[in-house]
């Protein structure tokens, strides 16, 4: 398997433009998870999924962030409008019910 | 809120000593996992812990599970240059949502040759 992947892998985008980052989920795994990582905050959960519903968006920080998972295998987080303060590297994660969580490889993002 | 605390933030160790880094949660937990982040890259996952005062090893390194099931630790023996990175762990909180991890900030480790 392919692993969890996403893209872009680095985003550098001005301050008040949309940003949207995707993630491919292990085939088979039915739990997404969005995580935001930063010097500041560590590794924080925004958003997860379970069978393509979202369970739990309490850390989704504000309405500027959404997050889509139309079918099993894709996922969208879209930021709009971004802010320099969202810089950050985003990882998406997949697990199957409650089990490991599998990290991809994160998109780093920096808004100027 | 549910929290999970790790410490110490950071450790630097001459290759070759041991390492130890702790997690400690304000509630009872019904797992807890621990990960391993290189520089530049994810959290890749090591071991689960589910029974009290389970104790598991992985060649050099060692973690353990609290009595309570609300402390655990990881213990690295004769630390090598490959260890390096960011060890964290994650508790499943009793009753918490199904899926969801609540992270510690993390331990970074740097080992000097």
């Known amino acids: 398997d392919a692993?969890?992947?996403?893209?872009?892998?680095?985003?550098?985008?001005?301050m008040g433009q949309e940003v949207t980052l995707r993630?491919?989920?292990?085939?088979?795994?039915?739990?997404?998870?969005?995580?935001?990582?930063?010097?500041?905050?560590?590794?924080?959960?925004?958003?997860?999924?379970?069978n393509n519903v979202p369970i739990d968006d309490s850390?989704?920080?504000?309405?500027?962030?959404?997050?889509?998972?139309?079918?099993?295998?894709?996922?969208?987080?879209?930021?709009?409008p971004s802010e320099p303060r969202d810089s950050a590297v985003y990882f998406c994660a997949s697990s199957l019910r409650t089990d490991t969580q599998y990290f991809g490889p994160g998109t780093r993002l920096t808004v100027l | 809120g549910q929290q999970v605390m790790q410490i110490p933030q950071y450790q630097h160790v001459q290759e070759g000593e041991d390492f130890t880094t702790y997690c400690n949660s304000?509630?009872?937990?019904?797992n807890i996992q621990w990960y391993k982040q290189?520089?530049?890259?994810?959290?890749?996952?090591?071991?689960?812990?589910?029974?009290?005062?389970?104790?598991?090893?992985?060649k050099r390194l060692t973690f353990q599970?609290?009595?309570a099931k609300k402390n655990s630790s990881l213990?690295?023996?004769a630390t090598q240059t490959t260890d390096v990175g960011?060890?964290?762990?994650?508790?499943?909180?009793?009753?918490?949502?199904?899926?969801?991890?609540?992270?510690?900030k993390g331990t970074k480790l740097s080992v000097k040759p």
């Open chain 1, 23 to 50: 993630c491919k989920p292990i085939s088979g795994h039915n739990s997404l998870f969005w995580y935001r990582q930063t010097m500041m905050r560590g590794l924080e959960l925004l958003i997860y999924f379970n």
């Open chain 1, 3 to 14: 692993g969890v992947i996403q893209s872009p892998r680095h985003e550098v985008t001005e």
């Open chain 2, 38 to 58: 290189r520089p530049g890259g994810h959290p890749v996952f090591l071991i689960q812990l589910v029974k009290s005062g389970e104790v598991k090893k992985q």
């Open chain 2, 86 to 104: 960011t060890y964290f762990c994650a508790g499943r909180v009793n009753g918490g949502s199904q899926g969801n991890l609540i992270f510690g």
């Open chain 2, 26 to 30: 304000s509630t009872t937990l019904s």
């Open chain 2, 65 to 67: 599970f609290g009595e």
């Open chain 2, 75 to 77: 213990h690295i023996t």
């Open chain 1, 59 to 80: 850390g989704m920080p504000e309405d500027r962030f959404s997050a889509k998972m139309p079918n099993a295998s894709f996922s969208t987080l879209k930021i709009q």
